[in-house]
């Protein structure tokens, strides 16, 4: 059958959809929350992992200092696998590109438990990181255009649910895993890349891929007989995110991209040991403050599954701007207050779900809002470069924070409160930008 003869086929009876449609929303999906959960297990093992790697008493400056490092190694890999895959997936497709990404996350996820050294275990996060960061963008520009009609926006929003279970489902590992050591949490990242790598089977690249390829060979067909417009279509997608037509939308992206990320990954990192320490001061300590902190990171993934698919909802409803502006604003001011208005860990659990909400929530915009800035033969490029040069500048950002702790008396707290007031960078590029919502997703 043809791509564009499984994109037609018959529906389902359910929402609409063709079974293309579907199978491409569930594989996504599943990837884009393990890819999550990939994140989450690392924060939660983090202080454990350390603790035994560094010799089994490190100071509390040692963990921020090493622990800072390793995120930033990690987000490095992300940030480096988005940009290459993304630029792969122009040329290769969608499909197979997410496949690779999806064998290589879940393998260095797992081979993290076997690390005898703190240099190991960076060395399986970077190279987890590649595969995480191409399953991101990968994933986004797959289903934008597998879903490229009215819904569009609702269908990403509820995509990127995905990324909320990732904290609930790492928190249930934890839950499970954690009373026998770190090394067997790492170890559970193995075994969903099977499933995924079944669903995977027979999927197929969306008509607006499918478009581009077919035009891609005609142009080499006729050669020198190209015309000029024709010529520029081939040019690499890197170069078209630089030339006068798209500069501005890349800026946009970066920006937004820069202020989301900064917001959450200090967040995403340190909020675990935050927890446990926040559990200390009430008197809770040991393995009796395992089940409080995972249940806090499901918490705060709960409130992000429903930021996330609201976020698609909203966006159609009021646009896209004010929506990342609600999201972000939001999420300042409830991170301010869980982080230095509470004495304690009493409140947590009521905050917890807010900030997700907000602070994972946001993340939809970029599902939503960059594919609509961007021309199909340049979208997962586009994609990738934005999310990938804002996630290096910001994979340094929990190592900052980790080293902020000294200079603010050992407090994770008010690092982390620093950092979260960076989403205004966000708030800004949404100033700047254009509305696209009632805009077709550009071909």
């Known amino acids: 059958m043809s791509i564009a003869g499984l994109e037609a086929g018959r529906a389902t009876g359910f929402a609409g959809f063709t079974r293309y449609q579907w199978r491409i929303f569930w594989v996504t999906w599943l990837g884009w929350a393990l890819d999550s959960a990939d994140f989450g297990l690392f924060a939660i093992v983090l202080r ?32 480096i696998g988005g940009m290459l895959f993304g630029m792969v997936a122009d040329y290769l497709g969608r499909v197979r590109t997410l496949a690779i990404s999806i ?43 597998a879903f490229h009609g009215a819904h569009r926006a609702k269908v990403l929003g509820i995509m990127m649910t995905g990324g909320a279970f990732g904290p609930l489902i790492g928190g249930q590992v934890y839950n499970l895993l954690g009373p026998y050591g770190w090394r067997y949490v790492f170890f559970a990242g193995i075994l969903p890349a099977i499933l995924l790598l079944l669903l995977r089977r027979s999927t197929q690249e ?8 077919a035009r891609r ?17 081939m040019q690499a997608p890197l170069r078209q995110l630089l030339s006068p037509g798209l500069r501005f939308s890349t800026f946009i992206g970066m920006l937004f991209c820069l202020g989301t990320l900064l917001s959450i990954w200090t967040t995403q990192i340190w909020l675990p040991t935050i927890q446990g320490l926040m559990l200390e001061k009430d ?32 966006a159609d409803w009021f646009g896209r701007r004010p929506t990342v502006i609600f999201y972000n604003l939001g999420a300042i001011a409830s991170g301010l207050t869980l982080y230095l208005g ?18 994972i929530g946001v993340f939809s915009g970029h599902a939503v809002y960059l594919p609509e800035l961007f021309p199909t033969h340049a979208r997962a490029t586009a994609i990738s470069f934005c999310n990938g040069t804002a996630r290096i500048i910001t994979s340094f950002g929990p190592l900052v924070a980790g080293l902020l702790v000294v ?37």
């Not at 969306?206 to 390829?213: G, L």
């Not at 509470?342 to 602070?359: D, I, M």
Request: aromatic share 10%.
């Open 48 to 79: 454990p992992a350390l603790t035994e790697l560094l010799g089994g008493a490190p100071s509390t400056a040692e963990i921020g200092r090493v622990g800072g490092t390793l995120a930033m190694v990690g987000l490095l890999g992300w940030a």
């Open 342 to 359: 509470l004495e304690g860990w009493q409140y947590y659990p009521v905050l917890l779900p807010v900030f997700g909400f907000l602070v």
């Open 407 to 443: 200079p603010f008396g050992g407090s994770f707290n008010k690092a982390a409160a620093v950092m979260t007031c960076l989403a205004v960078l966000s708030i800004l590029a949404m100033l700047l930008g254009r509305e696209t919502r009632d805009e077709a997703l550009p071909r």
């Open 206 to 213: 969306p008509t607006h891929f499918a478009a581009v390829q």
């Open 283 to 314: 008197g809770i300590t040991g393995t009796a403050a395992i089940h409080h902190i995972g249940n806090g990171m499901m918490l705060f993934g709960l409130g992000g599954i429903a930021g996330y698919a609201a976020f698609g909802f909203l």
């Open 217 to 233: 060979a005609s142009i080499r067909a006729r050669g020198e007989a190209a015309s000029a417009e024709d010529q520029a279509f």
């Open 103 to 145: 064998i290589l996350f879940s393998l260095c996820t797992a081979l993290q438990g076997v690390a005898q050294t703190p240099f190991q275990l960076g060395l399986f996060r970077f190279l987890a990181g590649l595969g995480t960061g191409a399953e991101a963008v990968v994933g986004i520009a797959l289903v934008a255009e």
